[in-house]
């Protein structure tokens, strides 16, 4: 009982604080908006802000227990508004106030509703997580000229309309839009920096405190003080209310100047979904509990939605305050957000006729926290893991929001971010590993004699293992490099593979490239093997009527394997069993008594061992050809080693006496003979000098294919 009753006043409490705070950020981006663009309608601009709170707070009541989040108008939207709200009032003609006022309403009713509908179609489509996926430094940018855009505007509440330097500083001006601003920008420094927590709505107050002060102890005292541009009375005289809009304002609507700013608008909505994925993001990570962002988007849509048709701003969930809300009242339940939603209402339905008592410097104090705090979490503390690029890229979206629109910026940030991207990845190694056929072979296991003979002729074969993505600038780092390695061989390179199978795709001027790297390699007397050739180079061949390849492989293995064959063939007639090994077997049957290996005739598909049976010794091919084979997917055996005549075969259990890593099989007729591990035993105790030379063959044949692998792993 005791716990609940120390519940309910805590979760009130926070109720509380979230409800003020949306109700002074609400008034604030009132003024943002209307201050200068026109000044007679902020009491029009309560209730564009004060209606869309509203819809969005009961929106928060009914979905509390799904996803517990305090909802409020968004500074992102509001900046943006206020930029096409100063561009009207600069348009040519020069327009009246009344007509100001309509373009600013319609521009918040199609803004509001676009991203309402944007929203729904979003999360309708369980598309959430895919929207997410926009350059950052394109959203850096954006939030973090939204961030400058607060702060100037923030300012621009205490001063002249074009101020010059005089009136900028001077000490009075200077002091009104200077200090609280500084306040601001050390408590986002101290918490960022240092972990010093500072309570914002405490110092809100003690902003509000100090400027009361100030004017009582002014000449005059607090009734000069409240005409003196220290308070709101200025922009908001004493007994002001919400004001309803009417149609009346929609009479001489200029329609050309409301279209020039729609792609703007429309623009907003896209952003929109954006911060408010941000934000979800940044509340499933303070929360520790996971965000359905498709059903959070939708319930977004709903209400702004219903916004846009009441004329109200944009308005969605709120990570900070809703990380506030949860801290004052872990576990609170339903209570909260229906006390802040009421606070609000309070505030917005019986609080405005007296806003001209609050401190100017109180709404430049919250601007500029919001736009302090933005560009700390979204450029200051991002610069360590930015690229040069990505920081040219902030900057010019920055500058081109600033002078031009957020349209634009958006456009060439995002061309600039491909752009970028396109270099860094171009960067990127092409490929996965070079090497040569002394260090990489096929999987064929053949005899120690035919192995000296590719060790040999092994550096006549180039080998590149491709990856990623090709594209020009990939390509022709690749064509530059590959020319370089055939100028330096030290031998005649007689064929080059270009492995494709990691690659993921190619672009037009890629494909020529790659075929221009074809005639070169055959200009410098070698063959091109291709294997897994991508779609794109097959089309090329067949609409040039050109074959790019002189040898085309499905996998590189066999390409390997067909020039492992081509290379013995012409040295030596075939494969034939090792006479090193052969010789030793026959001397230790002829010297050992008792130690036999016989000979064994396997017809095709007869198993020679299965993966899994214990050890008992090793084979050697003597004719035919053996292979090995794993299980694959869907339970179809994988072939991963084939044995050709000298071949020796499971020797590793020898020395491990581990089961059957494979299946051996016979792919064809042929014969094998037996090394058995009761032979070996034996002869380690008659004649060890003869056991001991038989594995130093093995052992031999083992570091010879370990010394490859290891060649090749450091070729990568």
Known sequence: MRDGATHIPKTILAGLIAGVLVSFYAISFSFLIFAHAAPGAIPIGFWINFSGQTVAAVIAVVAWHKSNMIWQAQSIVV????????????????????QITALILAAVMLATAATGLVMLIVGWTQSARFVKNVPFPVVSGFLTATGVLLLINAAGLVLPRHPGWAELLAPETLARWSLPTLLAGAIVVLRAYRGIEISVPLAAAAVAGVTYLVGAFSDGGLPAALHSGMFLQSQVPLGTRISLPSLDLFEAFPLAVFLREVPNLLVVAVLSLLGMLLNLSAAELSSRRTVDLDAEVRRAGLSNLLAGMT???????????????????????????????????????????????VPAALIVFLLSYLGFG????????????????????????????????????????????????????????????????????????RSAEAEKILDQTGKATLIYELQGYLFFGTVTRMYKEVRQDLEQSEVGIRHVILDFRRVLGTEVS???????????????????????????????????????ADHSFATLNEALTWVEDLMLGEVQPGDRPDETIGT????????????????????????????????????????????????????????????????IVGEMAVFTGAGRSATVRARTDAVVRRVPQAALDTLRRERPDMAAELLSILGKRMAARLSRTTAQLYSQ
């Open 374 to 445: 933005l560009l700390q979490r979204w450029f200051v503390s991002e610069l360590p893991r930015l690229t040069s690029g990505d920081i040219i890229t902030i900057v010019v979206i920055v500058a081109i929001t600033l002078l031009h629109s957020l349209l634009l910026a958006v456009i060439v940030g995002v061309a600039l971010a491909a752009l970028n991207f396109t270099i860094s990845y171009s960067r990127l190694p092409i490929f996965r590993s070079r090497s040569t056929g002394e260090i990489k072979r096929s999987t064929t296991e």
């Open 584 to 647: 030793l077997l026959d001397r230790i049957e002829r010297d050992v008594p008792g130690v036999s290996f016989p000979t064994t005739d396997l017809a095709a598909g007869t198993d020679v061992f299965r993966a899994g049976d214990a050890p008992d010794g090793f084979v050697c091919v003597e004719t035919g050809r053996l292979v090995a084979l794993t299980a694959g997917r869907a339970g179809r055996d994988v072939q991963i080693a084939s044995y050709l005549p000298g071949a």
């Open 510 to 548: 890629a494909t020529l490239m790659v075929v221009r790297l074809a005639r070169s390699i055959r200009e410098n007397g070698a063959k091109l093997i291709v294997t897994a050739l991508p779609e794109a180079l097959t089309r090329e061949q067949e609409l040039g009527g050109e074959d790019i």
């Open 311 to 357: 004329g109200g701003i944009v308005a969605y969930q709120s990570a900070t305050l809703s990380f506030l809300s949860r801290e004052l009242a872990p576990n609170a339940g339903r209570l909260l957000p229906i006390t802040a939603g009421l606070t609000a209402v309070a505030i917005g339905a019986f609080g405005v006729p007296y806003l001209a008592y």
């Open 79 to 98: 900046v943006t508004l206020a930029g096409i709200a100063a561009r009207y009032a600069a348009s040519e003609p020069a327009l009246s106030e009344a």
